[in-house]
């Protein structure tokens, strides 16, 4: 089955900007979404069809998605951006299933 | 307001038998796909299980099928997940979620709390 591998943990300072990874084998092929989770929140979808934001949706996050890497860009971080971050597919060896990576931590220092 | 409420979470023993539902408010529930997702204390997301607007398909993760299932009730604008044969290692909050089909896919664009479940002696 496919795996999504997202780092454990990203730290930055306030005003700088934050990349968080999505690896998997030719994750170009498929589309990627983002959600943020603050602790003790539900998730909250910021980024969809790899690089396209929902309404109110800070124009600070974006994505794009190339090779064997998606990624999440969050421009002059804030410390209200101090959350959890999951990438998701549909895994189309698996029935198109949706598949989540395992979660990367942002710290803002 | 576009709103998903989760109850009926609590304590179970193994073995045991739980049913959540999820009332949704705000959107026209029939016309979108449904689904569950938990998270295991200090774990990450797990997708559980899909169901169609119509309640026609349903889709399960494999560590589910079999014990869980999930319907809705669109005249009540409710969607349930009937657990059963429940395992200390179904402990989680459990989401409920909105499917939105977009220009190239689908995502989750609307998450209700979560309620948790906890299996245990």
């Known amino acids: 089955s496919y795996v999504l591998t997202q780092p454990p943990s990203v730290s930055v300072a306030p005003g700088q900007t934050a990349r968080i990874t999505c690896g998997g084998n030719?994750?170009?092929?498929?589309?990627v979404n983002w959600y943020q989770q603050k602790p003790g929140q539900a998730p909250v979808l910021v980024v969809y069809?790899?690089?396209d934001r929902p309404s109110g949706i800070p124009e600070r996050f974006s994505g794009s998605n190339s090779g064997n890497t998606g990624t999440l860009t969050i421009s002059r971080v804030e410390v209200g951006d101090e959350a959890d971050y999951y990438c998701q597919v549909w895994d189309s060896t698996s029935d198109h299933l949706p598949l989540f990576g395992g979660g990367t931590k942002l710290t803002v220092l | 307001e576009v709103q998903l409420l989760e109850s009926g979470g609590g304590l179970v023993q193994p073995g045991g038998s739980l049913r959540l539902s999820c009332a949704a408010s705000?959107?026209?529930?029939?016309?979108?796909?449904m689904n569950w997702v938990r998270q295991a204390p200090g774990k990450g997301l797990e997708w559980v299980s899909t169901i169609s607007g119509s309640g026609g398909g349903a889709y399960y993760a494999d560590f589910v099928k079999g014990r869980f299932t999930t319907s809705r009730d669109n005249a009540k604008n409710t969607l349930f997940l009937q657990m059963k044969s429940l395992r200390a290692e179904d402990t989680a909050v459990y989401f409920c979620?909105?499917?939105?089909?977009?220009?190239?896919?689908?995502?989750?664009?609307?998450w209700g709390q979560g309620t948790m479940v906890t299996v245990s002696t």
């Open positions: 979620a909105k499917d939105i089909i977009t220009a190239n896919s689908r995502a989750f664009d609307i």
């Open positions: 705000g959107f026209t529930f029939s016309s979108y796909a």
């Open positions: 030719n994750i170009a092929t498929k589309i």
């Open positions: 069809d790899d690089s």
